[in-house]
């Protein structure tokens, strides 16, 4: 196996729980240095449990792992030394402010004296917190908790992040906020993100490669296009203007798909010949002078990649974009 200094090779782990619970079972990924690494799920698939192996915190029951060219049992220190986390629950003590964590947390991390402030005001302007840097943390929201978080999982400038479901129970703009902020340490400064999440939408926009866990297994890995591409056809949902003609539009739409779940008073087809059977479509329910008051086509979607691969929705995902309309 190749050692990637930024990178996580992870071959086989596997951890068991008492009562031969096997929260993770055999895993086995790959993250580049300087990507966004996806790890979907939703919860008790075994992504937080991955995360305490590959952070040191919880040893394997079997399998190995690399973090940062280190094995997570043998090196652990030095894997302490590469990486950052910010973990489901923020370890911060709510009676100090959040200039005096990040004091705190320079001195733990060996910052030079002299570095310490410059440091930590850096970091939470870069968090967007100086204005409530001296404001004790228990009066903090949510999203500023999340963010002070990050910061100080920054402070050693970590050369892999690893960032443990970090939008959940976040407003929408905490959660644009915190999304725009692991973009940038990614793509800018090169720092390695591995990001779980149940969220579609957060691992669809984030992510370079995904990959998908499913009770303890992982069930389908690659990136976002190449696994909504599996699914490959888009769905053709179609409402007739009256309701007496629900059937022959479905009789209709059955000739170039299969037919698939609409919403109430529609019928819907996922298409043989994606996109390009648009206009005979519309041609055939034209000569059958069937007229429809709506005509949308959804392409597939992360939530479908999940229902394809497990055979049930992810519990944790966002709701359902809309579909384009495409003018009939």
């Known amino acids: 196996m190749t050692v990637l200094p930024n990178g996580i090779e992870v071959d086989g782990l596997a951890r068991e729980f008492k009562g031969g619970v096997r929260a993770v079972d055999g895993v086995d990924l790959r993250v580049e240095p300087g990507e966004i690494y996806g790890f979907l799920g939703p919860n008790g698939a075994g992504k937080s449990t991955t995360v305490l192996m590959l952070t040191t915190l919880l040893p394997p029951t079997a399998g190995s792992a690399r973090v940062a060219g280190h094995d997570i049992v043998r090196e652990g220190p030095e894997v302490r030394r590469a990486i950052g986390a910010a973990l489901q629950e923020a370890a911060l003590d709510p009676l100090l402010t959040g200039r005096e964590h990040m004091r705190l947390q320079t001195a733990l991390q060996g910052v030079p004296k002299a ?41 050693h400038r970590p050369r892999i992040l690893f960032l443990d479901e970090p939008t959940t129970g976040l407003d929408p703009q905490s959660r644009a906020d915190m999304w725009q902020e692991v973009a940038r340490l990614a793509h800018e400064d090169g720092v390695t993100v591995f990001l779980t999440t149940q969220y579609l939408e957060e691992a669809d926009l984030l992510a370079d490669r995904i990959g998908i866990i499913d009770r303890g297994k992982i069930v389908a890995r690659g990136t976002p296009d190449e696994l909504k591409a599996e699914i490959g056809r888009p769905t053709l949902a179609v409402e007739p203007a009256e309701a007496r003609d629900h059937a022959a539009v479905a009789a209709v739409l059955e000739r170039f798909g299969v037919p698939v779940t609409a919403r109430p008073g529609a019928t819907a087809v996922r298409l043989h010949g994606g996109v390009d059977e648009l ?30 691969k497990t055979g049930r929705k992810l519990e944790g995902g966002e709701p359902p974009v809309e579909p384009e309309v495409v003018s009939a």
Do not use: I, W
């Open 279 to 308: 206009p005979a479509v519309v041609r055939a329910l034209d000569g059958e002078r069937l007229k429809v008051t709506d005509f949308r086509l959804h392409a597939p979607t992360l939530d479908d990649v999940f229902l394809a």
């Open 115 to 155: 570095e310490r402030r410059p440091r930590g005001d850096a970091l939470l302007e870069r968090v967007g917190l100086m204005e409530a840097a001296d404001r004790k943390v228990r009066g903090y929201s949510g999203g500023m908790k999340r963010r002070l978080d990050l910061a100080l999982a920054l402070v």
